[in-house]
């Protein structure tokens, strides 16, 4: 069955320091994979998406994620965080089954300390 | 342009009524996707509008939960018989085409507590 993992449902980082959000999926098809961002009392926004193109994907925000097959990852990074990343960010795969399918992650919570 | 709007933005109801959430989705936009979100969790998809299609609704939990979409555009969430369990933010998406590469625009959900 198809499952995305997010490891660590609270991350605490400082400010300045590297963020990295932990992505694992199991599929038995080639995915698509999605990090969507949510601010509190807020919808869910994009921040990147991989489709089969680049395995490096950049997104908004300085954000970056690499996909990686052998590993069936997709983390999300980014240099240096800022105190305005801290929110929610949920990792989505969608598969070409014949039909909708996007399963999300259960989300992790990113703090950022001044 | 606007977003994706839901109304009403918060709802108290008791155990046993029936409500209905709404969804205006982004103009032009062809597809439409509902979601749960329970405290602590992901997302859960509970039906999904794509185009003139027959909607996708292998998600919905019980035969208490119905939606609809009129004209292609607003959609409606319906629960009837509310239970305690129902309590969860109900967050609509759109796409501007069908598609599992499509990126969704979420709107801000909707609050539902059942007491």
């Known amino acids: 069955a198809q499952s995305v993992t997010q490891l660590g449902s609270h991350v605490s980082v400082s400010e300045g320091a590297l963020v990295l959000l932990r992505c694992n999926y199991s599929?038995?098809?080639?995915?698509?994979l999605f990090w969507y961002v949510q601010y509190p009392n807020q919808g869910l926004q994009l921040l990147l998406k991989y489709t089969s193109a680049a395995t490096l994907v950049k997104g908004i925000n300085g954000f970056e994620a690499e996909f990686k097959k052998s590993e069936t990852s997709f983390h999300l990074t980014k240099p240096s965080a800022h105190m305005s990343d801290a929110a929610e960010y949920f990792c989505a795969v969608s598969l070409n089954t014949g039909g909708f399918k996007t399963i999300f992650g259960a989300g992790t919570r990113l703090f950022v300390k001044a | 342009g606007a977003g994706v709007s839901q109304s009403p933005s918060n709802k108290v109801t008791e155990k046993g009524k029936d409500v209905e959430l709404r969804c205006d989705p982004i103009s032009g936009h062809t597809a439409l996707y509902w979601y749960r979100q329970s405290l602590g969790q992901g997302l859960e998809f509970l039906i999904y509008?794509?185009?003139?299609?027959?909607?996708?609704k292998s998600g919905l939990p019980s035969d208490r939960f119905s939606a609809e979409r009129t004209g292609g555009s607003v959609s409606t969430l319906t629960i009837q018989r509310t239970q305690q369990e129902d309590s969860a933010v109900y967050l609509c998406?759109?796409?501007?085409?069908?598609?599992?590469?499509?990126?969704?625009?979420f709107g801000p959900g909707t609050r539902l507590l059942v007491l």
């Open positions: 509008f794509q185009g003139n299609s027959a909607p996708d």
């Open positions: 599929s038995s098809v080639p995915p698509y």
């Open positions: 998406a759109s796409s501007l085409r069908t598609g599992v590469q499509e990126t969704q625009y």
